[in-house]
């Protein structure tokens, strides 16, 4: 799924692209993409772009008359950018928006579609879409801390939670956390103050240097092929590669469709955390700590 360095990644591309154009016209393929019915869709055709946002994982257009296009494009939902009038593919595609200067496509390629579209009018319409996280970029430490220690959450919750903290989601997560050498599973009314600051900065840093180098990596071509792995990242999607500081085999803790990776040495004392399934398949033979395993 794209999180925050991603859609603004998009923001970037869209910026350059559809800012200032008039959105001509909406061919929606997949009405079950479609979340509202009023305003109509054919309500933004026409409309100039005057504005471009980020809530949380959506895309937000500001449109001419306060109106507003939310986009939340879910795990598999990307955008292609093709010439003008370009057709919209039969097979994973939703809609095509079509702009003077080109023609945006959104698809998905999954055989569950969860990708969204809303269509708004007005602030307070919105404003009603937002999960109300802190934006991590833009907090001081004292709003960080305030948000962390609200509820007694792991701290893997606590960066996911759209609640809380605004974009951060199973993958970058994972990269905070080893940055600040902290445990997924440790909660959040148990940190230290120097750990509060040590992860605040951790968050800010990771995901700005995330942002610029997506951005260097992309240049002025729209991004293809978006997704919140990166070849590059310390742990997260490297289950059993060498932990890129001390060389020990990344770990992961199983759950639902989703995995979390860290660096048992780095980040846990070298304990090994229970993964829910493995642990009830192996009962007394899942190993404790990271030397336990090595051997």
């Known amino acids: 799924m794209p999180e925050l360095p991603e ?121 009603a879409l937002d999960r109300g996280g802190l934006d991590p970029l833009s907090i001081s430490l004292d709003e960080f801390r305030g948000a962390l220690v609200r509820e007694n959450h792991t701290l893997k919750r606590a960066l996911t939670d759209p609640r809380i903290l605004s974009g951060i989601g199973n993958a970058h997560s994972d990269e905070i956390l080893f940055r600040a050498g902290l445990s997924p599973v440790k909660r959040t009314r148990q940190l230290a103050a120097a750990e509060i600051e040590r992860l605040y900065q951790a968050t800010r840093s990771s995901l700005d240097e995330w942002i610029r180098r997506l951005q260097a990596e992309g240049g002025e071509a729209f991004p293809e092929k978006v997704t919140a792995f990166h070849p590059t990242m310390a742990v997260h999607g490297k289950y059993g590669q060498p932990c890129p500081r001390c060389g020990s085999p990344v770990q992961r803790i199983v759950y639902a469709e989703n995995e979390t990776n860290y660096c048992a040495r780095c980040q846990t004392g070298g304990k090994l955390l229970r993964d829910r399934a493995l642990s009830k398949l192996l009962g007394e033979d899942w190993p404790k700590t990271i030397e336990e395993l090595e051997e």
């Open 7 to 127: 859609v603004a990644l998009y923001l970037h591309a869209l910026e350059r692209r559809i800012v200032g154009q008039p959105l001509e016209r909406v061919r929606l393929q997949s009405p079950s993409l479609l979340r509202t019915y009023e305003p109509p869709l054919a309500a933004v055709e026409g409309r100039r772009v005057v504005g471009l946002q980020r809530m949380g994982k959506r895309i937000v257009w500001q449109l001419e008359g306060s109106l507003f296009v939310v986009i939340h494009l879910m795990i598999a939902g990307r955008f292609r950018w093709k010439g003008r009038g370009a057709p919209v593919p039969k097979k994973g595609a939703h809609a095509a928006f079509d702009f003077p200067n080109g023609t945006l496509l959104l698809t998905e390629a999954a055989t569950k579609k969860r990708a969204s579209l809303h269509v708004l009018r007005g602030n307070e319409a919105l404003a």
